[in-house]
């Protein structure tokens, strides 16, 4: 035990290197077939108890972890068990404990392989469109401002199907609120670029009439009824100036549109609350504001392995979750959230894995926490990603071989040089040379491949930041209220529906489904949870079975009754 606890704070100090094989206290059960018989028997019976509610889902929250394909989700998923002591490949994300899964196709109107405003439109908003667009039909093909103004092809999203209903909505980001994937909740554009008005004012007469997104946000619906708006994006809001070489979008109309929201909560009698640190999140009380907003980065909020964790820097997601459903749960009529990983993507982008990976396993602490603070039986909570990325995991890399680390057994591999077991298609860790005589490829002998910048081997070689997005489907995990919908593959267009018709609103606003389950078993889930939250907790134990596994297998059998 003690040479685990060692190891666990190797770990966190940083001192594992990619040499490092973690140990698999299971092992020995695991070379009998007990075990393996005794873990089958029990998910049979889990899959047997398996819960149907078919009762109204008062709430929704959509977890989406942007660029979460299944790849970067088996690496997160090892990472997680890995930052626990254990060898991590019998760990468990939280939603992967889930008792629905169904797979998405996540191909845009015009692309084979998607973007995540495309994306954004058909899981928030219930049809799919075209590559780089929001909140519009596939007739709005990319930048054409005049097909976007056409009320026929504008769509309306789960937030404004919420709004409708009388539920109380919000987004909390990791990337800029203007970004993307919030922006589909709120915005209608033919460009995810125009997120201030200098990008749309580009575009000059064939943009006239179209309004930036983060206006958008403000000043229209739904984005202005939002009660919950956090994330990054100071820049695009005109709430800080920046230095020059930072400038991406920059307001050129000069205005602070935080001011300009606050004005407009005073303006309706509402309170409002703006915090751009920890500290200022800490200081917001939830159940006594109407709307609040924080911006915790002046383009998007500090990866999880840069960010400064002291009161003056800037919130966890969780953090931002908590807050975000200490307000919404105030609803009387229930809440609509989205939540989006929103780092994954770009710690993909780059091509080093251990910026996505942290930004994954931060993203499972946010879920693990809303599960502990919502009723179940009338919640419907949906963990997702838009499209995936050109990521693999090869070689045969041993149990427990650090995730992040090298494979060393190079049998197969011609040129006999170490590789990496998180490889890329393409991107920018490209890097082949010229010997004399042949062209080699990096000799990673003695590099820290575990590092926050390693760019890990890539095929293609892409401008930085520009590692593509992967076509293959992704998976959609469910809990609650009519989860079991999601059975099969289905295309990306079809979780805005399930959210709908889970909820009874928008295209699915009149029904005679009951309120509530039969019986009221709300109170022992949530103890059940508890008690798997506090022992989770609990450095000492390096149980094979995540804490949630038993937990949940609880809450299953709890929900047959
Ligand atoms: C590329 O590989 C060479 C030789 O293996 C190494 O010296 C160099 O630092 C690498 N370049 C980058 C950008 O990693
Ligand atoms: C790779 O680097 C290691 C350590 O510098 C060296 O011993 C080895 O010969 C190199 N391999 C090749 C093929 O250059
Ligand atoms: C650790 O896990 C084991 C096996 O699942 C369990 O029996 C035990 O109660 C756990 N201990 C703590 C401190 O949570
Ligand atoms: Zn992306």
Same mark, same amino acid.
């Given at each position: 035990m ?13 001192w594992?290197s /990619? ?6 206290p299971?092992r ?5 077939a ?7 028997k029990?998910e049979?019976?889990e899959?047997l108890q398996?819960?149907k ?7 929704v %929250?959509l977890f989406? *972890?942007?660029?979460?394909g299944i790849?970067?989700s088996?690496? *997160? ?17 939280v939603?992967?404990?889930?008792p629905?899964?169904?797979l998405m196709k ?5 692309k084979?392989?998607s973007d995540?405003?495309?994306t954004?439109? /058909?899981f928030l908003?219930?049809?799919? /469109? ?6 519009? !039909? ?12 056409d009320?026929?092809?504008?769509l309306?999203?789960i937030?404004?199907?919420a709004q409708?209903?009388g539920k109380?909505?919000?987004v909390?980001?990791t990337?800029q609120v !203007?970004h993307?994937?919030?922006?589909g909740?709120y915005a209608?554009t ?7 008005d !200098?990008k ?5 007469e064939d943009?006239?009439g179209?309004k930036?997104i983060?206006?958008?946000?403000v000043?229209d ?15 695009e809001?005109?709430?800080?100036k920046?230095?020059p070489?930072?400038?991406k979008c920059v307001r050129?109309?000069?205005v ?9 909560? /005073? ?11 920890t500290?200022e999140l ?5 159940e006594?504001?109407d709307? %609040?907003?924080?911006?915790?980065g002046e383009?998007?909020?500090?990866y ?14 969780k953090d931002?979750v908590e ?7 105030k609803?009387?009529n229930?809440?609509?959230?989205l939540?989006?990983g ?7 982008h ?6 996505a ?9 946010a879920v693990q926490?809303?599960l502990?603070?919502v009723n179940?039986?009338?919640t419907l909570?949906v963990?997702?990603a838009?499209h ?8 045969y ?8 680390g ?5 049998e ?12 890329f298609t393409n ?7 010229w ?7 990096r000799n990673?002998t003695?590099?820290? !491949? ?11 070689p892409?401008f ?6 992967g ?6 995990f469910a809990?609650g209220?009519?989860?079991h919908?999601f ?7 079809y979780?805005?529906h399930v959210m709908g018709?889970a909820?009874c609103i ?8 009951p309120v509530?389950?039969?019986h009221n %078993?709300?109170?022992?889930i949530?103890?059940?949870v508890?008690?798997?939250?506090k022992s989770g ?10 804490i949630f596994?038993?937990a949940t ?9």
């Amino acid at each position: 035990m003690r040479s685990l606890r060692l190891l666990v704070w190797m770990v966190m100090v940083g001192w594992i290197s /990619a040499e490092t094989v973690f140990p698999s206290p299971q092992r020995d059960e695991e070379n009998e077939a007990d075990y393996w018989y005794d873990l089958a028997k029990q998910e049979i019976e889990e899959a047997l108890q398996k819960p149907k509610l078919t009762n109204i889902a008062k709430n929704v %929250i959509l977890f989406l *972890g942007d660029g979460m394909g299944i790849t970067v989700s088996t690496a *997160g998923r090892i990472l997680k068990g890995q930052k626990k002591g254990n060898s991590g490949e019998e760990e468990f994300l939280v939603w992967e404990r889930f008792p629905n899964v169904g797979l998405m196709k996540t191909y845009n109107v015009d692309k084979q392989v998607s973007d995540s405003a495309g994306t954004a439109t /058909a899981f928030l908003c219930g049809a799919k /469109a075209n590559y780089y667009t929001l909140g519009v !039909t596939g007739k709005v093909k990319y930048n054409d401002c005049k097909a976007s103004l056409d009320d026929e092809n504008r769509l309306t999203s789960i937030a404004d199907w919420a709004q409708k209903a009388g539920k109380e909505t919000g987004v909390v980001t990791t990337a800029q609120v !203007t970004h993307a994937t919030p922006a589909g909740l709120y915005a209608k554009t033919p460009s995810r670029k125009w997120q201030c008005d !200098t990008k749309v004012m580009q575009f000059g007469e064939d943009a006239m009439g179209c309004k930036d997104i983060a206006r958008q946000l403000v000043e229209d619906e739904p984005g202005r009824n939002l009660k919950v708006i956090m994330g990054g994006g100071r820049q695009e809001m005109g709430a800080q100036k920046i230095e020059p070489e930072k400038r991406k979008c920059v307001r050129t109309d000069g205005v602070d549109l935080v001011k300009q929201w606050m004005n407009d909560k /005073a303006a309706q009698g509402k309170t409002s609350a703006y915090a751009t640190t920890t500290r200022e999140l800490k200081a917001i009380n939830p159940e006594d504001t109407d709307y %609040i907003m924080g911006l915790f980065g002046e383009i998007h909020v500090p990866y999880e392995v840069d960010r400064d964790k002291s009161l003056d820097g800037t919130p966890h997601i969780k953090d931002m979750v908590e807050v975000a459903l200490k307000r919404l749960q105030k609803s009387d009529n229930g809440f609509f959230l989205l939540v989006e990983g929103g780092r994954i993507d770009h710690g993909m982008h780059y091509g080093m894995a251990k910026r996505a990976l942290e930004e994954l396993v931060a993203m499972d602490e946010a879920v693990q926490l809303a599960l502990e603070m919502v009723n179940l039986e009338e919640t419907l909570i949906v963990v997702t990603a838009d499209h995936s990325h050109v990521m693999t995991i090869n070689g045969y890399p041993d149990r427990g071989n650090n995730i992040l680390g090298i494979v060393t057994e190079t049998e197969d591999i011609s040129d006999g040089l170490p590789f990496t077991t998180l490889m890329f298609t393409n991107g920018q860790g490209y890097n082949y040379s010229w010997n004399g005589k042949e062209v080699v490829r990096r000799n990673l002998t003695g590099v820290d !491949t575990t590092d926050k910048d390693f760019e890990s081997p890539a095929g293609v070689p892409t401008f930085d930041g520009s590692e593509t997005h992967g076509g293959e489907d992704v998976a959609a995990f469910a809990l609650g209220p009519m989860a079991h919908l999601f059975h099969r593959v289905h295309e990306q267009s079809y979780v805005a529906h399930v959210m709908g018709y889970a909820a009874c609103i928008g295209p699915y606003q009149d029904c005679d489904r009951p309120v509530k389950v039969p019986h009221n %078993i709300y109170d022992t889930i949530k103890d059940e949870v508890r008690e798997g939250l506090k022992s989770g907790s609990s450095a000492n134990n390096f149980s094979v079975i995540s804490i949630f596994l038993i937990a949940t297998v609880q809450i299953t059998s709890f929900f047959q009754c």
